[in-house]
C-alpha cells in the first residue's frame, strides 16, 4: 500500500481524485504482485495444514485420516496415492490463483517479462 511514489499520488490529485480514488486506483493495484504472492504461498500450505490437522485429530473424513488408516493397515500404494492426490491438488489450487493473477494483473507479465504490450 505504500509502493506508489508521491510524484504518483500528486498527479491523481491533481486531476481531480480523492483518497477514494487513490486507494482504489493507485495503491491497491500496487499492492496486487505481493498479494498474489502470498496466496501462492498459502495455497499448498493450506492443504498441508489441513491434511496435518486431520493427521493429528481429524474426526473421521478427510485425506489426513485416510491416510492414517491406510499406515494402519499397512497399504503403502494408497498412502502414495494420497500423497500424489495431494499434489494434484495442490498444483490446481496453484494453477487457479496464477490465472487469476494473469487476467488481473495483466501490466505486470509485460513488464516483467522485458516486453510491452
Known amino acids: 500500500m505504500r509502493s506508489p511514489t508521491p510524484d504518483t499520488l500528486s498527479l491523481v490529485r491533481s486531476l481531480g481524485g480523492t483518497n477514494v480514488t487513490i486507494l482504489r ?7 496486487l504482485p505481493e498479494l498474489f504472492s502470498g496466496l501462492r504461498i498459502a495455497v499448498p500450505m493450506s492443504l498441508l495444514g489441513a491434511v496435518a490437522s486431520e493427521w493429528l485429530g481429524g474426526v473421521d473424513r478427510g485425506l489426513g485420516i485416510f491416510m492414517v488408516n491406510a499406515l494402519g493397515t499397512l497399504q503403502p500404494a494408497r ?3 494420497i500423497c500424489v492426490v495431494c499434489v494434484i491438488l495442490t498444483l490446481i489450487g496453484y494453477a487457479i490463483v496464477a490465472t ?3 487476467r488481473v494483473n495483466r501490466w505486470t507479465g509485460a513488464v516483467h517479462a522485458g516486453r510491452r504490450r
Open 25 to 31: 486506483k493507485v495503491r491497491l493495484r500496487a499492492c
Open 79 to 81: 498412502v502414495w496415492a
Open 100 to 102: 487469476v493473477e494473469r
